[in-house]
């Protein structure tokens, strides 16, 4: 049974998310304070962590720093604010997934498992592959860097995804909206600029080594 441990103040939520997910069959572990959780994250060790983003006392930033000094667990962000600017850095501070209040459990329950089903599988990639080579661009699949002529980027864990996909199936141009749904978790991906950041944002990064083509604002392939 996939362990997660919820992160929420709001005693109401903390409780109904509790038992919609013991029934969905999941082993719940709750705290609505960043203390006690730093102690039950060391004891349960969970597959995934269920993070408000207006914890009192502790700022949310700093908690993913924490989360992510500690392992790779895979974060689901919760917030009763819906910025765009207040998502893009969610996702870039190594969250795994966004999702904004109110909203159904039934959305949860399938962002969990989406983001579940993504860390497995990238799990599973490790255990053969420690990097991808593509031109002078090498993936450090383990750590999650890039490095370009043997320099290191900076990059978020988001953009590794991106680029990663996209350069496993560079003979072919990816649809955007198999992009939002295999790497972000997104099934409404219409009117959400957040991929169109990532990607302009790796363009900057990577523009002397490939070129990151993008077709009629539906595919993208890399040359």
Known sequence: MQKILIIEDDIWILNSLRLYL???????????????????FDQVKPDLIILD????????????REIRERNN????????????DDKIMALDL???DYVAKPFSPRELLAR????????????????????????NLRLDIRNFTLFLKDEL???????????RYIIE???????????????????????????????KNLRKKIWEEIEIETIRWIWYKVR
């Open 22 to 40: 013991t029934q969905s069959s999941f082993d719940i572990s709750t705290c609505d304070n960043w203390t006690e959780a730093m102690l039950v």
């Open 153 to 163: 980027v900076k990059i978020t864990k988001t953009e590794f995804e991106l680029l």
């Open 53 to 64: 983003i207006n914890l009192p006392w502790k700022n949310w930033i700093e908690i993913c």
């Open 73 to 84: 667990t895979p974060i689901i962000i919760l917030s009763a604010r819906w910025d765009e």
């Open 169 to 199: 199936n560079k003979d072919e141009v990816v649809l955007r909206e198999k992009i939002m749904k295999d790497i972000m978790g997104y099934d409404n991906y219409l009117y959400d600029r957040t991929l169109d950041t990532h990607i």
């Open 112 to 135: 969990i498992n989406s983001v579940l089903k993504r860390f497995s599988n990238n799990k599973e990639i490790k255990k053969w592959e420690e990097f991808i080579i593509f031109k």
């Open 94 to 96: 190594w969250a795994d």
